[in-house]
């Protein structure tokens, strides 16, 4: 056991020197390069002076590295993550002018723009060194990566044998898509658990296929196709009165929004509540990168714990402190941020000069939002699920937002999220790797929270917005450039006919008192929901069309949109569409009428969404053609989710063969509800040693019974 120590201790010594000789090397050549950074005083100094200097001047910076840097990053939590990721270099040149200062010689300077230079090309070439030495050295390499583990599991119990688990949710990859990258040799680690051969080009030897270790099924979502409410079932099982990414809640008189902090903390508490249970992660659970937290133990950079004070060990940015502590981590992944910063300056301006259609603004800060999505969480993310499964969790779940946020500007087919879920793939196979040096073994489910449906804008096809319409329909003055467009003409017209006189005028005198309240229009990707401020109850068909005579037939009969919810005093609720369709819910499943071409579940999740509490007064779908997926976003975005219509509707979930088959043959896995009890399926069955599973029919009822 001596002898492996020291032999271990000899080849970390070895591996340090050469990094040292390599920084020291890279010192003179920038010295060299650079004018404003040099290492010799100004009558010149000998070769060996010089060299001497240089390999002062690196020793002290990686030192100083080592030991400062970890402090600086914690004094910085508090510092927003997009700005601590440009503060990088800054605080890296600084160590570096600090560490000149300290030489010896004394006869080292750099100006201060130069320091920042220096100190990121030596921190690359230091990491780049370090790891090529190690990449042979399953020793060193466990042992770097073991910087990453939660040092809170030191002096715990002893890491249990049985498998423990890692969810790793792809945001917005749909089914389809998924396949399509698998086919075209884009993501290989993906094909090669399906068992695929891989294509040609791709990695790995053509015509050999490997064993498959994973099986692809896909899941139906609820009819709010987004984030919020498929994490909040897939994590608390339970997403009951979620109608959409936002909606206006007229008890409190407030709008819900998934992604705010105080919203999300709410749901959390609500599903809580409603289940009585703390969530999927609840048994030594970490949560990361996501929403909700799932009753982890462990959670970082998880918004439902962001808008109030936790505890350091709980609190949402500690991951970063994990991952910038390595200055090697923080300068490696603040280039990268650089790098994708330019390249979707690049990608957009060759998409305008292309004149591609649809295509949305991508400008303002956009760059810099997609940069932090794709690098900087991706990074963060990542290597904190490493060090979860270094520290033995029994669950852990993240979400990888990087696609998503791509294509909702890009579109979700094309080679701008074709990059992304390459490199989405490759962080898969790191994570495959890690599983390897783990102190447990861990099954590696990937799943995704939707998909995307591809189309152009609402406001682009028909040249108003959905809030824009409902003015017009309701008689209330809209922006001059709608009036013009033939969809304002249409609503316009709609309202005379109906009221049997002229509609008010924005130049028009208005009374100053009595004045109903104007309604409230919100958007969540193709769904969009209307609610009259004013009303404390869910307003009822009959009491909308005696307020607005016109409202509800313009909404119903304009080409852009697909089908209308709202309430009925006489058949509780209904479905309304063009030409008068007029269908109640329990008559969806004979008489689907404008539900037709959303495909099988769509009456159900209507239904479903009826029920709930928060419910608007009236809920709009926009239209959609299946003959090439596409829907109208309401939202500036040309790849959209958060209603029906298309893949947006449709993501996977992709699990080890050990694992028992999510649904029975013939069945379909039809909501994050039902997709949670698939998870807790899982973890019981790797609680301990494996038992025949039940049949399935006897299966249903016993995920009903553990809900």
């Not at 002893?158 to 399509?180: E, K, R, S, Y």
């Not at 295509?359 to 800060?365: E, Q």
């Not at 917005?465 to 003055?477: K, M, N």
Request: aromatic share 6%; glycine share 10%; hydrophobic share 40%.
């Amino acid at each position: 056991m001596r002898g492996v120590r020291w032999r271990r201790a000899v080849s970390q010594a070895g591996r340090s020197i050469a990094v040292w000789a390599v920084s020291t090397l890279t010192m003179l050549v920038l010295a060299g390069i650079l004018p404003d950074f040099r290492l010799q005083s100004p009558d010149g100094d000998s070769a060996t002076t010089v060299a001497v200097t240089a390999a002062v001047g690196a020793g002290v910076f990686g030192v100083l590295s080592a030991l400062a840097w970890p402090l600086l990053v914690r004094l910085l939590l508090l510092v927003p993550a997009l700005v601590l990721g440009l503060l990088v270099f800054f605080l890296n040149g600084s160590l570096l002018l600090l560490a000149l200062r300290l030489n010896p010689s004394g006869q080292s300077e750099a100006a201060p723009e130069t320091a920042v230079i220096v100190a990121a090309v030596m921190s690359a070439v230091a990491s780049a060194t370090g790891g090529a030495l190690a990449v042979r050295d399953d020793d060193a390499y466990r042992r770097r990566l073991y910087r990453l583990a939660d040092r809170r599991r030191r002096g715990g119990p002893a890491c249990p044998a049985t498998h423990g688990a890692v969810f790793l949710q792809l945001d917005g990859v749909g089914h389809d898509v998924l396949v399509t990258a698998v086919r075209k040799g884009l993501m290989p680690t993906v094909a090669q658990w399906l068992g695929e051969a891989p294509a040609e080009g791709g990695v790995g030897a053509p015509g050999r296929t490997p064993r498959a270790t994973h099986r692809l099924t896909p899941w139906r979502t609820d009819w709010s196709s987004q984030t919020g409410a498929s994490q909040l079932g897939i994590l608390h099982g339970s997403n009951h009165d979620v109608p959409a990414f936002r909606w206006y809640e007229k008890d409190t008189g407030e709008v819900m929004v998934c992604n705010r902090p105080t919203s999300a903390a709410e749901l959390q508490r609500r599903a809580v509540e409603r289940t009585g249970d703390g969530g999927l992660l609840s048994a030594d659970g970490a949560s990361r990168g996501n929403l909700f937290g799932g009753g982890a133990d462990e959670q970082a950079l998880v918004l439902s714990i962001a808008a109030r004070r936790r505890s350091r060990e709980t609190r949402s940015r500690a991951g970063y402190f994990a991952y910038f502590s390595d200055p090697a981590n923080a300068v490696r992944t603040a280039l990268s941020f650089v790098a994708e910063v330019v390249r979707e300056i690049v990608q957009s301006t060759r998409a305008r000069l292309r004149g591609d259609r649809p295509r949305v603004g991508r400008g303002g800060l956009y760059p810099f939002v997609r940069a932090f999505a794709t690098v900087v969480e991706r990074d963060v993310v990542v290597a904190a699920v490493m060090g979860d499964m270094l520290a033995g969790r029994t669950a852990v779940y993240a979400d990888l937002v990087a696609y998503d946020e791509v294509a909702h500007h890009s579109g979700p087919l094309g080679r701008d999220t074709e990059q992304v879920l390459g490199r989405l793939d490759r962080a898969l196979a790191l994570i495959e790797t890690v599983a390897e040096h783990a102190p447990r073994p861990y099954r590696i489910v990937v799943l995704s929270d939707h998909g995307q449906s591809p189309g152009e804008t609402f406001r682009t096809r028909y040249g108003l917005t959905l809030g824009d319409l409902v003015r017009a329909g309701c008689g209330l003055p809209v922006p001059r450039g709608a009036e013009r467009t033939h969809s304002g003409a249409e609503a316009r017209a709609a309202v005379r006919a109906a009221l049997r006189r002229p509609v008010e005028e924005p130049s028009g005198s208005r009374e100053p008192s009595g004045r109903r309240s104007e309604p409230v229009v919100l958007a969540s990707g193709n769904l969009g929901l209307i609610s009259f401020p004013d009303v404390p109850h869910r307003m009822s068909k009959e009491e909308i069309d005696a307020r607005h005579p016109a409202l509800l037939s313009t909404l119903a009969n304009h080409p852009g949109v697909g089908f209308l919810l709202v309430r009925s005093d006489e058949h509780g609720g209904v479905v309304l569409g063009a030409h008068g369709a007029h269908i109640p819910l329990d008559r969806l499943d004979e008489h689907p009428g404008p539900l037709a071409v959303f495909g099988p579940g769509a009456a159900d999740a209507v239904r479903r969404t009826h029920t709930f509490p928060h419910t608007a007064d009236i809920m709009v779908n926009s239209c959609h053609d299946p003959a090439d997926g596409e829907v109208l976003a309401f939202e500036e975005q040309i790849g959209s989710h958060g209603g029906l219509g298309g893949a947006q509707a449709r993501p996977f979930l992709l699990s080890p063969l050990a694992l028992s088959a999510p649904v029975g043959d013939g069945g379909e896995l039809v909501g994050a509800e039902h997709v949670h009890r698939v998870l807790r399926r899982w973890l019981r069955e790797s609680d301990g040693p494996q038992v025949p599973l039940k049949t399935a029919r006897e299966e249903p009822a016993r995920e009903e019974r553990a809900a």
